[in-house]
């Protein structure tokens, strides 16, 4: 397995902007062999962007996780999607198993070439205690 660490700029809370270049990211991995292509954590907000987690915030299976879905499967890779602000909310309105009824999550989904989701990953140990991460995520 040929794996890809994608690396890409992330502008503070434009989530499009930054799903954009992640989507470019896997194809330009996918085009130089990559098996697997892997995405910065928070890379769809920004990791410093505290203030910016709740309006980025979305579902599993929302827009962010739909186009990286859809890249998995136009390039024929898996695509580690990760990570991402969930709405755990929003998440167990849409049917899905989440850990707290409501709040934000770290989340990384792992989605194979044919665009199946193998994994959902929801970090539980923050960098540092009394960081703001810390306040954002349970």
Known sequence: MRLAL????????????NVDRAVA??????????DCVALPE????GYFAFDDY???????????????????VANDVAVLAGTVVEDLAASAAAGESVPAPEGLANTAVLFDADGDRRLVYRRNKPSASGSFENRRFP
């Open 25 to 34: 990211a896997v194809g330009r991995a996918a085009a130089d062999g990559a």
């Open 42 to 45: 928070l890379f769809d907000v």
């Open 54 to 72: 709740a309006d980025a915030a979305g579902p599993l299976g929302g827009p962010t996780h739909r186009r990286l879905r859809e890249a998995a």
């Open 6 to 17: 994608a690396q890409q700029a992330v502008e503070r809370g434009a989530v499009e902007a």
